[in-house]
């Protein structure tokens, strides 16, 4: 019987030799990377680093809806529609590495 091995995906080879274009940031903790209301744009691969993705309600009350960690993308809702804006706001807790990947790069 002829067993083949199966290899894992590896994202981070994978971003690094697609041919997408990206854009390494870095981002001092408390400096956003983008803001609820922004044009969505790209989505940023976090690669160093934590941050937070809260939401803001018309009443002005914040809310975290996730935290992230390496290896997490952020920005996804620019995947949904062309020229749309952000719903939420991402924002670094620690010094942040992430790779900035435009949306049409990401499509």
Not at 71 to 99: I, P, Q
Request: glycine share 6%; hydrophobic share 40%; with cysteine.
């Amino acid at each position: 019987m002829n067993v083949m091995a199966l290899h894992a995906f590896d994202l981070e080879t994978f971003l690094e030799t697609s041919g997408i274009v990206q854009k390494t940031v870095e981002l001092k903790a408390r400096q956003s990377f983008f803001l609820q209301g922004d044009v969505a744009d790209c989505v940023y691969y976090l690669r160093k680093g934590r941050a937070k993705v809260t939401v803001v309600s018309n009443e002005g009350k914040e809310a975290t809806i996730t935290l992230l960690a390496p290896h997490d993308f952020v920005g996804e809702e620019s995947l949904a529609s062309v020229g749309g804006r952000r719903l939420t706001t991402a924002t670094a807790l620690t010094a942040c590495t992430a790779l900035k990947i435009e949306r049409d790069e990401m499509t």
